[in-house]
Structures are given as structure tokens and as C-alpha cells.
């Protein structure tokens, strides 16, 4: 049996500013996430709710916080009205328009950050991760990556179930 976890690790709460918008994540202390690998791997649990995301499948789960590290799990955080996300640990970071995000990979890599995809369309912006896939150390350190020269947004990937707008029913 794995070690176990604590939610203390993940941050309390994410704020994310957008122009003059800031909106507050905070880290549920009822519910945590599991990864799995496919619906029916999570069919097994008793969710409160499955979220399907670029083919990651997350359930979140009741829970008291303490969860198992082989289970591959995760943080829950409650945005505006409720609304639960799921960290996956990826990072959005966005330069200013003069900077190129593969001449700062070093800087990232000191942090612990590696490169995973930069946005084809804007070389200033890119999604970063943890070399180590540790989701809570990559939310920590958003504010390091903030405080690096030339960096002018950064953002954690939070997903959410999607609800669908009445035209597409």
C-alpha cells in the first residue's frame, strides 16, 4: 500500500487574474480526484462526478482529504458557484510579445518546468509541466514562474464538467 497524502500540499487557494477579472479557486477539504485510465476503471468508485478532458479521464470522489499516492489522485477545487475543477498540473505561461518561450526552457527547467507543447500560433505561449508530474508542486511554484523576467500571464489547467449551451442539445 502507497503512503499517504495529505491535502496540505496543494496550495489553499489559486487566484487567477484575467485583465480586471479575478477569480478564486479554493481546495475542497470533502472531495479529491482519481486519474484513471478508462470510464470503466472509475465506474468502480462511487463518484460524485466524471470529468472527460483531451483523454484524461478524473472522478472526483468524496473523501476527508487523506487519499493513497498509487491511486493517482489529486485535488478538488471549487470555483464560482460551486463549480468543482480538477488541477492536471499542466501550466499555461505567456510571455510578452517579444520573447520566445523555448529562449526561457532553461529558466523553466530550474524551476522544475519542462515544455510541453508551445501554442503554434504564438511562440510567447506554451503549456508547461513538472518534470516529476507532481501536480501539487507545480501549483506551488506558480508564483516563481510569475516572478520570472518577461512573463506576463500564468495560469494552472483546471478542468470542469462542461455544460452544454441549449443550442447544442
Not at 478564486?24 to 482519481?34: C, G, H, K, N, P
Not at 510578452?96 to 526552457?105: M, P, Q, V, W
Not at 507532481?134 to 462542461?162: F, G, T, Y
Request: glycine letters at 6%.
Amino acid at each position: 500500500m502507497g503512503t499517504k497524502n495529505k491535502l496540505y500540499q496543494y496550495p489553499t487557494n489559486l487566484r487567477i487574474k484575467t485583465g480586471q477579472h479575478e477569480v478564486i479557486y479554493t481546495l475542497s477539504s470533502v472531495y479529491y480526484a482519481v486519474k484513471c485510465t478508462s470510464s470503466y476503471q472509475c465506474s468502480d468508485r462511487e463518484e460524485i462526478l466524471m470529468i472527460e478532458e483531451g483523454g484524461d479521464i478524473f472522478c472526483i470522489l468524496e473523501g476527508d482529504g487523506t487519499f493513497d499516492t498509487e491511486m493517482n489522485t489529486t485535488a478538488v477545487y471549487q470555483g464560482e458557484g460551486g463549480l468543482l475543477c480538477v488541477p492536471t498540473g499542466r501550466i499555461f505561461v505567456r510571455l510578452e510579445t517579444n520573447c520566445f518561450i523555448l529562449d526561457k526552457k532553461d529558466e523553466f527547467k530550474e524551476l522544475g518546468f519542462v515544455v510541453s507543447e508551445i501554442i503554434p500560433y504564438a511562440p510567447n505561449a506554451a503549456w508547461l509541466e513538472r518534470e516529476d508530474k507532481n501536480i501539487a508542486a507545480s501549483l506551488q511554484n506558480i508564483d516563481e514562474l510569475k516572478n520570472l523576467n518577461s512573463v506576463c500571464h500564468v495560469e494552472p489547467q483546471l478542468i470542469s464538467k462542461r455544460n452544454l449551451r441549449q443550442d447544442e442539445i
